[in-house]
């Protein structure tokens, strides 16, 4: 099984969007996905209406009891898509950092519970919040590869700034560094703020940053509306385009070990 997060200190940036467009590319390839929402604000449980404050369990449960696989396994919840299934979040995962951001040994509570579920999925996608705290320091450690989505424009780098910071910090607990890929979103190449971003990008981080970029693509927006994984709702255009061959490198990358 191979775990990847969608993480970045900025909102806004297209961790949802890029978490649900690799995920359904994947399911069409066959590959079996859990995509887990770590977010309070359940964007991705709602992507696929899921209204998680309905919802007898869900991730929130992880840190608040001893989880079995069977508990797992009944938290997950279906999509209409048959090989995607969703760990949902709800509101109370902001009370997380209060009530247990204190106590000893929470920070791989979600690794451990993903490893009682490995023989279920093929890929896990974990959507981060914006935040550092419980949650995202969790779906760090619980991850093979950390996926950054980075909005091009200039304020979207000092986001990126404190992420990489993060991950330095977290580094020093973990046994190797971490891997991860920075990719490039909302790019709109009539603007000369995407351009110098987009170089600015490649000048900081050079080899950690994706050779392609997620375009602005209107199509993600009606997806969304849809209920549908981009694509499905618009296999053609050009930001399903971009994502094929974001998800190329990457299944590339692990490959390579």
Known sequence: ????????????????????????????QGYKVLLVDTDPHASLSYYFGIESEDLELSVYDLFVQVSTKEQIMQS??????DNIDILPA??????LDRSLGNKGGMGLVLKKAIIKIADEYDYVLIDCPPI?????????????RIIVPVQTEFLALKGLDRMMKTMDIMQVEQDKPFKY???????DKRTKASLLTYRKL?????????AGVIPVDT???????????????????????????LLSSLLELQKLG
């Not at 099984?1 to 069409?28: D, R």
């Not at 997950?76 to 898509?81: A, I, N």
């Not at 550092?132 to 991850?143: D, E, K, Q, T, Y």
């Not at 509306?225 to 981009?230: H, S």
């Open 90 to 95: 709800t509101m109370g995962l902001a009370t």
């Open 1 to 28: 099984m191979v775990v990847w997060t969608v993480a970045n200190q900025k909102g806004g940036v297209g961790k949802t969007t890029t978490t649900i467009s690799l995920g359904g590319l994947l399911a069409e």
């Open 76 to 81: 997950l919840c279906p999509t209409k898509y």
């Open 132 to 144: 550092l705290g419980v949650l995202m320091v969790n779906a760090l450690a619980a991850s093979q």
């Open 202 to 210: 490649q000048e900081l981080y050079d080899d950690s940053v994706w």
């Open 181 to 187: 890929t920075i990719v490039p979103t909302m790019f």
């Open 219 to 245: 199509n993600f927006r009606n997806a969304s509306y849809a209920m549908q994984v981009p694509s499905d709702y618009a296999p053609l255009t050009r930001g399903v385009s971009a994502y094929k061959k």
